[in-house]
């Protein structure tokens, strides 16, 4: 497609359970990156991939939080045992190698009760 | 500690005046910067940047001036137009292709 696309829009989980999150970059575009945006805040940094690895994860917050990019396109971000305060809007981007303009995907909202 | 600050939550601003959206930075590694506009349910959308090396990028109604000395810049729209309305995010990154630093937002509401 021509955008970053990300599924699902919305997904309600229960206290504890296992959550994986997709994103379809745009194509061509090396870099992808993934943020947590909680309500009235801007987007927090949580993960960045040049092609297939991980070039920068300091922000994961804890363990519980993985994600991959097995092919260096599309990437899913995992979360185990999920707990409320993990509930929020997880962003993708992505963008060309070297330039600082990136381009966001509608966003997960996720809610876990 | 939050290095990328928008100290005003909202802004309201009548139709065809300026409106000036305002961010401060603490990191003086931070030499690319850029203003992103959000809808509700839809992700950040790219509006302009500026890189450290200028004081003013300028395109169509949309013009960001940079400060470095005081680690401040801003975003000017001129004339503001109802829909303008939307929320508009300052970001920040250390060399161009790495991770960005958000500011926690403006809401500017344009009224006809």
């Known amino acids: 497609g021509a955008g970053v696309s990300q599924t699902p829009s919305n997904k309600v989980t229960e206290k504890g359970k296992y959550v994986e999150l997709r994103c379809d970059p745009i194509?061509?575009?090396?870099?992808l990156y993934w943020y947590r945006q909680s309500l009235g805040q801007g987007p927090e940094f949580l993960i960045y991939f040049q092609g297939t690895g991980a070039a920068d994860d300091s922000g994961l917050p804890n363990d519980r939080f993985f994600a991959v990019r097995p092919e260096g396109s599309v990437s899913t971000l995992k979360i185990q045992r999920t707990e409320r305060g993990d509930s929020a809007v997880y962003l993708c981007?992505?963008?060309?190698?070297?330039?600082?303009?990136?381009?966001f995907g509608q966003g997960t909202r996720l809610t876990v009760v | 500690d939050q290095q990328v600050k928008q100290n005003s939550p909202s802004l309201s601003v009548q139709e065809g005046r300026i409106s000036i959206l305002n961010c401060d930075y603490t990191n003086s590694m931070f030499d690319y910067f850029l203003w992103y506009k959000k809808y509700p349910a839809e992700g950040p959308t790219f509006l302009i940047s500026i890189s450290s090396i200028k004081d003013k990028n300028e395109d169509g109604r949309f013009t960001v001036f940079l400060n470095k000395s005081a680690k401040h810049l801003s975003l000017h729209i001129v004339p503001s137009q109802p829909g303008d309305s939307a929320v508009y995010f300052c970001?920040?990154?250390?060399?161009?292709?790495?991770?960005?630093?958000f500011g926690g937002g403006t809401r500017l509401m344009v009224k006809p």
């Open positions: 981007a992505s963008s060309q190698t070297g330039t600082g303009e990136a381009f």
């Open positions: 970001a920040a990154m250390m060399n161009a292709g790495n991770m960005l630093t």
């Open positions: 194509s061509g575009h090396t870099a």
